[in-house]
């Protein structure tokens, strides 16, 4: 690296910053998943493939979130982006399909054979997408992107 690229480069990132930074993406997406479950839920029973409507810019969201404020290389995007994808898209077939599952005020688990399978769904794609943002945002401490 030459002495103009180091004056260009974004200047190194505190531990501490770069913590700061991967709590509030993890905030955004526990938000951005709980959000467009339960606004995908309104419209799946329109058209099941409705849920796309709310699913897509939330994982947008929280994979470019991912890779341009956290600065994680490219490939840290699909981790996050497709965990939120599946979150979101079982989270809003479960509410519709299920509204029992959410009533006064607490979280009621489903014990049918489909709504096992839609909350399996909605763990696994948030925990992908929690994890992902984890892993992306220690890359981009470690290894920053180079724009």
């Given at each position: 690296?030459?002495?103009?690229?180091?004056?260009?480069?974004?200047?190194?990132?505190?531990p501490g910053g770069?913590?700061?930074?991967?709590?509030?993406?993890?905030?955004?997406?526990?938000?951005?998943?709980?959000?467009?479950?339960?606004?995908?839920?309104?419209?799946?029973?329109?058209?099941?493939?409705?849920?796309?409507?709310?699913?897509?810019?939330?994982?947008?969201?929280?994979?470019?979130?991912?890779?341009?404020?956290?600065?994680?290389?490219?490939?840290?995007?699909?981790?996050?982006?497709?965990?939120?994808?599946?979150?979101?898209?079982?989270?809003?077939?479960?509410?519709?399909?299920?509204?029992?599952?959410?009533?006064?005020?607490?979280?009621?688990?489903?014990?049918?054979?489909?709504?096992?399978?839609?909350?399996?769904?909605?763990?696994?794609?948030?925990?992908?997408?929690?994890?992902?943002?984890?892993?992306?945002?220690?890359?981009?401490?470690?290894?920053?992107r180079e724009d």
């Open positions: 690296m030459t002495a103009a690229d180091a004056a260009v480069a974004p200047p190194a990132r505190t770069a913590a700061w930074r991967a709590a509030v993406v993890l905030a955004a997406a526990a938000a951005l998943i709980a959000g467009g479950g339960a606004a995908g839920s309104k419209l799946v029973g329109y058209d099941a493939r409705l849920g796309m409507v709310t699913a897509v810019p939330a994982a947008f969201c929280v994979g470019v979130l991912s890779i341009l404020w956290l600065r994680a290389r490219n490939g840290f995007i699909a981790a996050p982006l497709l965990g939120t994808l599946l979150a979101v898209l079982s989270a809003a077939q479960l509410v519709h399909d299920h509204r029992e599952v959410y009533s006064a005020g607490a979280v009621h688990l489903i014990r049918t054979g489909m709504g096992v399978y839609e909350e399996s769904l909605l763990a696994a794609g948030t925990v992908a997408a929690l994890v992902g943002v984890l892993c992306a945002a220690v890359g981009g401490y470690r290894r920053p």
